[in-house]
């Protein structure tokens, strides 16, 4: 399996502009969770779905972002319109059973800056 | 509500000796305790667990965790430390009430001297 596949692995933009990133999950979990990571704020769950539900979002910082996830196997996480402090290491993962053991299956990363 | 504490920034550890991560936890059930591993530029792995059970949970590597009810700790343990292990390393912890959010600590530098 390839794992949990994100794209883009980097992303450079400038203030006000829209970004998408994009998530596929491992083959058969049901479970998505968005983080970010951050020097200040270290890990931070913005939102995850389950069955391509989303579950709990409270963690999403405030209208700019959306995340949807229109099948099993794909989710986006958009910022619209960006800002520099949005600058940070947005995370995918993926589990088979809603989370429940803690076993999340992490992607890469997308590491995204906004000038 | 849940929190963890990782009162160690930074671990320096020289190669072949034991290690030592801190972890204490707050949760208002049964807690569901976790470290992950996160090298340079990778995404978090998952080390070990503990739900229920033995207090001493075995991991990947060679890592090794005590559940402390009393201390609400859960400490990360190896008894030799290799230079690949350096890395950063977050305990995370979720209640057994439902709620499918792991909450993460702030995460503990480890770095092994040759």
């Known amino acids: 399996d390839a794992g949990v596949i994100q794209s883009p692995r980097h992303e450079v933009t400038e203030m006000g502009q829209e970004v998408t990133l994009r998530c596929k999950p491992i083959s058969g979990h049901n479970s998505l969770f968005w983080y970010r990571q951050t020097m200040m704020r270290g890990l931070e769950l913005l939102i995850y779905?389950?069955?391509?539900?989303?579950?709990?979002d409270s963690g999403m910082p405030e209208d700019r972002f959306s995340a949807k996830m229109p099948n099993a196997s794909f989710s986006t996480l958009k910022i619209q319109p960006s800002e520099p402090r949005d600058s940070a290491v947005y995370f995918c993962?993926?589990?088979?059973?809603?989370?429940?053991?803690?076993?999340?299956?992490f992607g890469e990363g997308s590491r995204l800056t906004v000038l | 509500a849940q929190s963890v504490a990782q009162p160690e920034d930074q671990v320096n550890v020289a190669e072949g000796n034991p290690l030592t991560v801190k972890c204490t936890y707050s949760v208002s059930g049964n807690p569901y305790l976790f470290w992950y591993v996160q090298y340079p530029n990778r995404g978090l792995q998952f080390l070990l667990k503990y739900i229920t059970g033995d207090n001493l949970v075995k991991g990947s590597y060679g890592f090794e965790a005590e559940f402390n009810k009393s201390q609400t700790s859960f400490h990360l343990k190896k008894p030799s430390a290799l230079v690949s292990d350096s890395a950063l390393y977050f305990c995370a912890v979720r209640d057994d009430g439902g709620a499918n959010n792991l909450f993460f600590g702030t995460g503990t530098r480890l770095t092994v001297i040759p």
């Open positions: 779905f389950n069955n391509n539900v989303p579950i709990d």
């Open positions: 993962a993926s589990s088979p059973d809603r989370g429940n053991t803690g076993e999340l299956f």
